[in-house]
């Protein structure tokens, strides 16, 4: 057999077998959305189709037209937009003063800043609650803002000074030689080269802040302020949950987070292995 | 991890001039200021508040009295059959999440380097679970999983592929539930994997492989010799990161199972989370807090202190 | 030398700045009215004494003031409809002093959102409290003792069917009214017994032991009855209806009740039940659910409450429910009370309006148009009135509601319900025998009991 032919041969059974485990990866994403099209007696029809036998786009329409959901999803898309935007500065610059500089004090607070990593957020949930009622943080937008991007702020830090490290350092010497100041050498020529850093910490970003819930609903007394994800737990209900109903709305809520994973996907996946392989 | 690049930094380019007069600069400070203020003021106070509360019988209610315990509610803990049971469920979790998590992810990660048709796509549809929220495909594995021969897991596996004789009643019980709650942990996080290792195995020289061929070392034989060990160190990163993940769960054990039945799918967070919320027992929830953070602590700085080692090629 | 003492005061002033944060905390914390000292009585039976009551007609505040109320409706809700568009302006129109904000919070996560708020010193003033909460609350010192901060409580208090009024006992005092009130009826499938050659829906638990044969050879996926779990609310109504009981009146203690032979008949005939194929695998926890089965003529009976006439109507329009009362046992048909009080927290700083809007709740016209909605009304008056004699389905539940009993009133009811729920999945699994498994029950509940 010529080389050719097994290497035709041994890339159609890569393939091959790479599909069948993306099949078996979507598959649970293909069957939400066969159930989102179905009226809630075939939930649990037997057998089970994936095409459905009397396709509905009711559930979509429910959804969308349900109480403020339009709102919520505005709400839900501003504060991941910001709290996207504040998270990379803050972080960024936390990082970069980690990457370049030595100073009293900077082994502590790294360690601090990982060590907090490990600590399970869910029982401060509390203290911060009363914290953020003494700042007046709460049943905000803005609130929400701030508690998402101080919340991400040590493992985006973690990922950006890793990845900062490894830049060649030739050029921002020869800019400060110059007589540049560390402000213009940090957004002039760090940043631009580390757009594949920054773009991994604007999805998982995104991300965090678009799907947050706990916080969100903790804190959120005003219909009006309320974000997405509370919108989607409305539709499980107390007495009976609609499952049409509630992967209707999870898809949609799964629409930006796909658009700007698409839109970076490239920028991303460079980053964040960048920031890895080092460790 | 720290020890390279501090060496590194200190030869080139620092601020710090070495000699009799030291001037520290203000310029890092100013760097480090708004984001650590925001994250320090966020996280190290309520930090020392939960502490707190884990010393007290605690009243939520603010003025109204709550009896100081001291450590009773961190020895409590051992005396509690329920902890010990949520702390073996969450370590068989960790163990079994990021096993299946590194080994499926990097299996895929070393096809999809080999493959040259439809890369891009494989690479989307394999990272779809990580960009979903834990809270819909918990919803969602909880659905497939229905203990029903209406579940698409039972219709598939007993009517479709044959593979099992009868009907499973997944979420009924608590060693089945685990398979639910863990196939949705390593399913969630196939992707993650994948793409770091990829990276990695780009990184790769392929000048070596072709050395090695050369010297006829088989296919095995240049994963073993070759691939695994230059991506060590990116190994031993997602290792640390996914144990932290692991001892973590909670949104998928208590959105699925709820830690039933009889608690006995309890993880320390979900238990921790019940103490709270449903017993109103703060004071406790916060000791097994503490608790579970110092195991996280522990396990991680072992991870790291003996698995870090430099790799000279 | 010099870098060790920055680490030590970067550190220093770090500790130093959270100590201030933290002393400085409790001036921003609104003092709450102080709780009157409690005395502990023995006796949790409500006793009736009459008094003799001066109503004074409280003046509505002169400034204006926003009262907060959180409920769990759905906020996609008929229920919720009612509330916003309808009955809480009807209370600003006439109360133009007073504004109501009323928040949807889920029920999963109402407990946690409202412990969170209390902490954070930002808790509403009322909310619509499920009322086997009001005496944990009222424990914790969340609650206002009702019956001493509002004036005309007596009144209302007469106004008011006993059984719900009830759930807000606890300890000497009333810590909210009941808002709505519900219990479980006993939906048959008529179609399915049609099939299966039955006339008559089961009147006595005899009657669906006997029934079962028939049902079952309909299909291998049909059963008689299904519930979602052994928890208190399902096996209740099984329990009660055989005689049994979880304490004594007084709530000292279980054992000699929830280990006594009628308890022990109940669960007995609920394995049987079990083994027989008769009982549907999902009270064992996933599965179809009981509403839904009933709607794909998979379940031939479940209990349930009046909620689902209106869930049917939008999710199961092509099926009809039929509803008779808890088949009797030997302890007669009774089924478990469920519902909601309204309850005032200790925290509020607008008691007076708040109150307000109390009253208005337990008005007639309140109670008649959430009555609308598929909420079971409080009054007593209101069972004469035209609207529950004409109603499609309300009778039943009103009919059962006649006998039905209320969950222990006590703070350690949510551990007793697991405790409960963990021995009815021991039993169903086989994993311990009745007696044993209902004696090591009582025996924490015992426990339990002694240590409050």
Known sequence: MSDRIRQRLGQTLLVLVLGMGALAVALPFIYMISTSLKGQVYVFEFPPRFIPSHPTLNNFVSAWQSNNFGRYFLNSLLVALVTTVLELLLSSTVAYAFARFEFPGKSVLYYTLLATLMVPGMMLIIPQFILASRLKLLNSLTGLILVYTAGGTAFNTFLLRGFFEQLPRELEEAALIDGGNYLTVFFRILLPLSTPALATVAIFTFLGAWDEYVWALTTINEPLKRTLPIAIANFHGTHASDWGLVFAGSLIAIVPVLIVFVLLQKYFIKGLTAGAVKG | MNSTNTRSSGRRGTIRRRGRRRRVSLTPYLFLLPGMLLFLSWTVYPLLKAFQISLYDWNPIPGLASPFVGIHNYTRAFNDPIFWLALRNTLMYTVVTVAGQMLLGLTVALLVDRVTFGRTAFRTVYYLPVVTSWVVVSILFKYLFNSSPAGLVNYLLVDVLHLLPDYVRWLSNANTSWVAIMSLGIWKGIGWNMVIFLAALQGIPTELYE??????????????????????????????????????????????????????????????????????????????????????????????????RRIEY | MKRKNWTIALVSGLLSSLLILSACAPAATPAPEVVKETVVVKETVPVEVTQEVVVTAT???????????????NEVSPENEMLTKTLIPMFEAEHPNIKVKSLAVPYDEFRQKLLTSMAGGVAPDLIRSDIIWVPELAELGALAPLDEVMPDFETYKAKVFP?????????GHYYGLPLDTNTRVWYWNKEMYEAAGIAEPPKTIDDVAAQCAAIKALGEDKYVFADGGTYAWAVLPWIWS??????????????????????????????????????????????????????????????????????????FPEKQLHAVLMPAGDGGSISVVGGEDIVLLQQSQHKEAAMEFIRFTLSPEYQLKMAETGQLMVLSELLESDYIQNHPYYGIFLEQLKTAKARTPHPAWTKMDEIITNAGQAILREEKSVQQALDEAAAEIDALLASQ
């Open chain 3, 59 to 73: 003046p509505a505040p002169p400034e204006p003031v926003t009262i907060t109320f959180w409920h769990a409706y």
């Open chain 3, 163 to 171: 059984g719900p009024l009830s759930t807000n006992f606890w300890n």
């Open chain 2, 211 to 308: 050395v090695a061929a050369i010297d006829g070392a088989s296919g095995w034989q240049r994963l073993w010799r070759i691939t695994l060990p230059l991506i060590r160190p990116t190994i031993v990163f997602v290792l640390v990161m996914l144990v932290i993940g692991g001892f973590q769960a909670f949104i998928s054990i208590y959105l699925i199972t709820g830690g039933g039945p009889m608690q006995r799918t309890e993880v320390l967070l979900s238990y921790m989370y019940n103490q709270g919320f449903k017993y109103l027992d703060f004071g406790y929830g916060a000791a097994l807090s503490y608790l579970l953070a110092a195991l996280i602590f522990g396990i991680s700085f072992t991870q790291m202190h003996f698995l870090q």
């Open chain 3, 242 to 315: 055989f005689g049994g009981d979880i304490t004594d009146p007084e709530i000292t203690k279980a054992t000699g009740y929830l280990n006594g032979p009628n308890t022990v008949a109940a669960y007995e005939f609920l394995l049987e039940f079990y083994k027989d194929g008769c009982l549907s695998p999902s009270v064992l926890g996933s599965g179809v659910d009981a509403g839904t089965g009933y709607a794909q003529d998979l379940y031939a009976n479940y209990l349930d409450g009046p909620w689902m006439y209106p869930i049917y109507e939008a999710q």
